[in-house]
């Protein structure tokens, strides 16, 4: 069965940079869109970034300039680079997959039918 664990999630202060990582398994990596969402408290999660088989990727506008999403299919691994961190950041970061190639919609958590079970990320002065 497929499993998604996220981890590398911290409290820093603005400006500093993270990197997540979300193992997989359960799943040919190369066989499935990738993303990663995130969620406030009090608010409705989000898209962050997404990677598709091929190697193509989507961002929030939120994000983008900042963060850079990448894959070691070796290492079954999807990566989350952030850089640049604001308050607004703040959030637990779940990744997801999809058993698709494609996803019309990239950044629609719908789109995914698998998800770990999210790291916190806290960017505070």
């Known amino acids: 069965q497929v499993n998604l664990n996220e981890s590398g999630g911290d409290s820093v202060q603005p400006g500093a940079s993270l990197k997540l990582s979300c193992e997989v398994s359960?799943?040919?990596?190369?066989?499935?869109?990738l993303a990663w969402f995130r969620q406030a408290p009090g608010k409705e999660r989000e898209g962050v970034a997404a990677?598709?088989?091929?190697?193509?990727?989507t961002y929030a506008d939120s994000v983008k300039g900042r963060f850079t999403i990448s894959k070691d299919n070796a290492k079954n691994t999807l990566y989350l680079q952030m850089n640049s961190l604001k308050p607004e950041d703040t959030a637990m970061y779940y990744c997801?997959?999809?058993?698709?190639?494609?996803?019309?919609?990239?950044?629609?958590?719908?789109?995914?039918?698998?998800w770990g079970q999210g790291t916190q990320v806290t960017v505070s002065s």
């Open positions: 997801a997959a999809y058993p698709s190639s494609y996803v019309a919609s990239p950044l629609e958590q719908y789109e995914y039918n698998y």
């Open positions: 359960g799943l040919l990596h190369e066989k499935f869109c």
């Open positions: 990677i598709e088989s091929d190697g193509g990727t």
